[in-house]
Nanobody, 124 residues
Framework: QWQLVETGGGSVQPGGSVTLSCAASGFALGDYHIGWFRQAPGKEREGISCISATGTLTKYSDSVKGRFAISRDDAKDVVNLQMSQLQPDDTAVYYC?????????????????WGKGTLVTVSS
């Protein structure tokens, strides 16, 4: 069974940093483009970053550009999302998902396999 698992969520103060990781079981993470999404209470799921299968291409939404960084750790077969300068508006459940079309890697409706999400709460 193909699964994705997100880890690293938790509570952080405004201005702080958190790193999320996405790991796969049942398939090789490196064979797919991986996107990170988030969904805040009462809001639609938003694509915030993605990385190509080779790790050479990345995308960011305007809401996180300059604050978040996506990367692959091929040795551990994970995709990391380093989040810094966090603000209360960043509070959400964060998901990773896989896709085989890089052009659509920020589109929630096109993603193939989803993790169950990890909660990040930014509060003082």
């Amino acid at each position: 069974q193909w699964q994705l698992v997100e880890t690293g969520g938790g509570s952080v103060q405004p201005g702080g940093s958190v790193t999320l990781s996405c790991a796969a079981s049942g398939f090789a993470l490196g064979d797919y483009h991986i996107g990170w999404f988030r969904q805040a209470p009462g809001k639609e799921r938003e694509g915030i970053s993605c990385i190509s299968a080779t790790g050479t291409l990345t995308k960011y939404s305007d809401s996180v550009k300059g604050r978040f960084a996506i990367s692959r750790d091929d040795a551990k077969d994970v995709v990391n999302l380093q989040m810094s300068q966090l603000q209360p508006d960043d509070t959400a459940v964060y998901y990773c998902a896989s896709i085989n079309m890089y052009d659509k890697c920020l589109s929630p409706s096109d993603m193939m396999v989803w993790g169950k999400g990890t909660l990040v709460t930014v509060s003082s």
